[in-house]
């Protein structure tokens, strides 16, 4: 037997070796965990016409346990979803966008208790709208009692809301050109957070959780206090430390053909494919237009890969692979209450871009300590302490009448699964 002979023995026996133990750990991985009852939550999903199709990944203790897709990313061309497809996430930007905020509270650029006006001079003494006339659009404002503050911005309760969802405030922002969500527009965000910050806000400042348009403030206020573009913070500070790679507010050319197309589950009518444009807003926003508005909001697009990896250094307490995005106390805040006696849904608080579980009435086998929150288009994710686990969960249908079947089943599903695997 020659030299090259035993160097090609050693190489098979090395290889067989590998095998052997990617097989052993794969095999004990499909042994620890029965996740078939997520599997037939979303299989079901889009049999029942919830959706196409849908990715989904769970990580516990660090480790990927489950990586699927299901369906269609494009229904009408019969194009299967993968994994590694890319999806409008809208307000699941808010969590990155408010981890880039308190990067800059570390350096010293920014203030939790600074007033907006420091870094946006339109938002100083601002009004509150008193009465609203719905025949002519006209109102009466009054004084606010405070000044807006960084973390009012973060917590939703700086009085400022979203068109979509006030039947009043809708007529002064659509007369004013401000929008709720990205778009294909030629805008800009800090011409419209200005523009924003000398309109009414629809309750005082500190005094209730208000959902709207206060983490678009809060991506200019980054822009200011940091001298850069929201877009290169994040990449910068966030997205490429993370290896993020597919998380990005607009799309190259060379991934194009990853964005899965929208549907719209309403009642009465079978899930149907969306046009480019529904109510006023343009779907084709990550690929084209004027690429500039860049909503803090609302405006990225990523993968449950890419996503997965931010939610495991937040459970993480800051840091993934060795490095680190935030301090553990910065972490602490985000996922603490930091609204005080404001109540929200079931009793929850809010910390920073998150809703957390309180456990005065939990639901879906959660447990108190959870974290989470989701998108406009029918995404959700939620982080679990007591678990060791992340999970999310990414599809493309707005209005989505079925998502609380879709999202209770499938967060049931999940903790069955991690409570009934075999350690």
Known sequence: MNINQITI??????????????????????QKYNFAKVDSVLNNAQTKGWTAGSTALIMQN?????????????REAQEKMQITDIFRIASMT????????????????????????????????????????????????????????????????????YGFQDKELVKVYVQNGIPDLANTGDI?????????????????????????????????????????????????????PLKMDDTQFYMPANKLDRLVAMYSDVKGMPLFRLSN???????LYP????????????????????????????LNGGELENVRILKKTSVEKMINNQIGSIGLRRGNKFGFGFE??????PI???????????????????????????????????????????????????NQALDNSVL
Request: charge should be positive.
């Open 287 to 314: 690929v084209s237009g004027s690429k500039k508005y860049l909503s803090g909001g609302s405006g990225l697009t990523s993968t449950t890969h890419d996503y997965a990896r931010f939610l495991q250094m937040i």
């Open 94 to 161: 808010k969590p990155v966008v408010s981890v880039a905020a308190l990067i800059l509270v570390e350096r010293g650029k920014l203030k939790l208790d600074d007033p907006v006006y420091k870094y946006i001079p339109e938002f100083k003494s601002p009004a509150v709208i008193k009465d609203f006339n719905p025949k002519d659009s006209t109102f009466t404002t009054e004084p606010a009692q405070s000044e807006i503050t960084v973390r009012q911005l973060l917590t939703h309760t700086s009085g400022i809301g």
């Open 277 to 283: 444009q529904v109510k006023g807003y343009d779907l």
């Open 188 to 240: 800009k965000l800090a011409d419209k957070m200005k523009k924003l910050g000398k309109l009414p806000l629809f309750m005082q400042p500190g005094q209730k959780f208000h959902y709207g348009l206060s983490t678009d403030v809060l991506g200019y206020v980054i822009e200011v206090a940091s001298g850069k573009p929201l877009d290169v913070f994040l990449n910068d500070n966030i997205l490429k």
């Open 9 to 30: 023995g050693r190489k098979l026996v090395v290889s067989l070796s590998i095998f052997c133990i990617i097989f052993l750990r794969l095999d004990a991985f499909s």
């Open 364 to 414: 879906n086998g959660a447990k108190a300590g959870k974290v989470f929150w989701g998108g406009a288009f029918n995404t959700t994710f939620w982080i679990d302490p007591s678990r060791k686990a992340v999970a999310v969960l990414m599809t493309q249908v707005y209005p989505a009448l079925h998502s609380g079947n879709l999202f209770n089943g499938f967060e049931t599903a999940v």
């Open 356 to 361: 957390i579980e309180q456990g005065n009435q």
């Open 62 to 74: 660090g480790t990927v346990v489950y990586d699927s897709a299901f369906g269609f990313k494009d």
